[in-house]
């Protein structure tokens, strides 16, 4: 699984990777995550208001910080 966090650093971009990670140690899921600060490659995936979350090349949230509940379900949706 290959999952980017879209953004240029701010407090509300680092509270996404954190739950993230956590999410993914919780679920025992192994997955490659990316933070992406430049914003050439942010625009690229169509996301004007970061931070955003990529999730095997699909943008599953942006603009906010999910809870940790919605991240689970976006982990487990890409999962299968």
Do not use: I, Y
């Given at each position: 699984m290959e999952i980017k966090v879209l953004g240029t650093g701010c407090s509300k971009c680092r509270a996404v990777e954190k739950e993230v990670r956590e999410v993914l140690a919780e679920l025992g899921i192994d997955a490659?995550?990316?933070e992406v600060k430049d914003m050439a490659r942010i625009l690229q995936y169509k996301v004007m208001i970061t931070p955003g979350l990529v999730i095997d090349?699909?943008?599953v949230s942006?603009?906010?910080v999910p809870s940790k509940d919605a991240v689970r379900k976006m982990l487990q949706e890409a999962r299968g």
């Open positions: 490659d995550v990316e090349g699909k943008v942006s603009g906010h």
